[in-house]
């Protein structure tokens, strides 16, 4: 059983920036898939970046590239998620995901990943 906590979240202005962090425990991280997630009120969790087990290849989804970079270390067993340029419309419960896998591709879909974080809110204001 994983258990994964993130840290990190918080208020900032728009133009500002944000690390969030994930600690994994329980598991050999190096053998998982990473992802960050994000859900605002209302809205239906949407995919924000993955990084696979070897941490050689990064994806995003087209509204966040250029802003955030996802990163990983297999020795410290966490994966952060550096946010610049933030806008009000990033303010959402972000969620750390991990999908046990030895792919190198990006997994989109919110069920196919097999742990989950408890969450963290990052609120971005105008």
């Known amino acids: 059983q994983v258990r994964l906590v993130e840290f990190g979240g918080g208020l900032v202005q728009a133009g500002g920036s944000l690390r969030l962090s994930c600690a994994a425990s329980?598991?050999?991280?190096?053998?998982?898939?990473m992802a960050w997630f994000r859900q605002a009120p209302g809205k239906e969790r949407e995919f924000v970046a993955s990084i696979p087990w070897n941490g050689k290849f990064t994806y995003y989804t087209d509204s966040v590239k250029g802003r955030f970079t996802i990163s990983r270390d297999n020795a410290k067993n966490t994966v952060s998620l550096q946010m610049n340029s933030l806008k009000p419309e990033d303010t959402a419960i972000y969620y750390c995901?991990?999908?046990?896998?030895?792919?190198?591709?990006?997994?989109?879909?919110?069920?196919?990943?097999?742990?989950w974080g408890q969450g963290t809110q990052v609120t971005v204001s105008s």
């Open positions: 329980g598991g050999a991280f190096s053998s998982y898939s």
């Open positions: 995901a991990a999908r046990l896998s030895s792919s190198t591709g990006s997994n989109r879909f919110p069920s196919v990943y097999d742990y």
